[in-house]
């Protein structure tokens, strides 16, 4: 019995929120790896790209609820998701016209879409700052849980529960489906196979006449739904702040670069790679080990490997093991 009390305590503390923030890392992580592929830099704004995405999804919402528009148990944000996209997908063609295309024609060096690509950020990040302001905002509404502890107690009759929210299964529910949709699309559509033959190849693709704008626009599109998907799944587990997302960019990158930069089964599997390691090593082991030890027995510490104000540095350290041991990532990486 004590055993499963241990295996209920790790699932619900490492398990499942370990699964949730990995989609979520995943589907960031997919963006990143998608302007890497395609465009071919590295993209610092994602972050608050999907802090400009999760704005719109707040204030729709906001706006959906005060004329009295919900979603029954689910949050009303899912409603407002779509429409937020759209606007996102505005934005991000908005400053690829007005910034990006310019380095693009005179084909200016990475590093140079780089440092513009942090100006991006910069710029985002106070307007979203200044939209809506740096307090945190909760906008999940509808049913918390789709089942409490206490009911898993009751029904189970062990004394840990386990509970699971419902944004945690519409993270991953929805990260599934996106996943699902976006292999689909660039592995079955003849849209999806420009945009990987792109990748592999500007310049033969250029002579097979793959018209080169349009593979961009639809790169822009794509991503912009993911950053936004992304950063309100996000916004709905934990809560949302703008600062937040500049902070998640590392996480993101180093699920990008750990899986190979440009791969996109790579950007899911170094998500929960990244999402799994830092829950892991910052939560705080005593009610397992206190369940697997000797009756009336506890240890004095936490049992914690890193606090949790380490959770960052997590990433930042896998991350210079895989530069330094395999830089291509577990999966082959500069591929779509």
Request: aromatic share 12%; glycine share 8%; hydrophobic share 55%.
């Amino acid at each position: 019995m004590d055993i499963l009390n241990a295996l209920v305590a790790f699932a619900n503390f490492v398990l499942v929120p370990g699964t949730a923030y990995g989609a979520q890392l995943a589907l960031g992580a997919l963006g990143v790896t998608l302007i890497y592929g395609i465009l071919r830099f590295s993209n610092f704004a994602h972050g608050d790209t999907m802090a400009f995405g999760t704005m719109f999804v707040v204030l729709i919402t906001a706006a959906m609820k005060s004329v009295g528009i919900s979603f029954g148990p689910l949050p009303t944000a899912l409603l407002a998701l779509p429409f937020a996209i759209l606007c996102t997908m505005a934005l991000v063609l908005i400053t690829d016209r007005t910034v990006y295309r310019f380095y693009r024609k005179v084909k200016a060096a990475p590093v140079m879409l780089v440092i513009v690509s942090m100006g991006v950020m910069f710029v985002m990040n106070g307007a979203v700052r200044m939209i809506v302001g740096t307090d945190d905002r909760r906008f999940a509404d509808g049913e918390r849980f789709v089942i409490t502890a206490r009911d898993f107690k009751t029904m189970t009759g062990l004394s840990e529960g386990l509970a699971i929210r419902t944004t945690q299964v519409i993270t991953v529910v929805t990260a599934i489906l996106v996943v699902a949709a976006l292999f689909w699309f660039l592995n079955k559509t003849r849209t999806g196979k420009s945009m990987r033959a792109y990748s592999d190849n500007e310049d033969l693709a250029l002579l097979s006449g793959i018209n080169p704008e349009r593979v961009v626009t639809i790169t822009w599109l794509i991503v912009a739904a993911l950053a936004t998907i992304a950063g309100t799944l996000y916004g709905l587990d934990k809560s949302f702040k703008p600062f937040i997302y500049m902070q998640l960019l590392l996480p993101i990158f180093a699920s990008a670069i750990v899986g190979g930069l440009g791969s996109p089964l790579g950007a899911i599997a170094g998500g929960f790679v990244i999402a799994f390691s830092e829950v892991t090593l910052t939560y705080a082991f005593k009610k397992v080990v206190t369940y697997l030890g000797p009756d009336g027995w506890a240890p004095d510490g936490l049992v914690q490997l890193l606090s949790t104000d380490y959770k960052f540095a997590v990433s930042f350290a896998i991350l210079i093991i895989v530069l330094l041991f395999k830089p291509t990532g577990l999966f082959k990486g500069k591929s779509v």
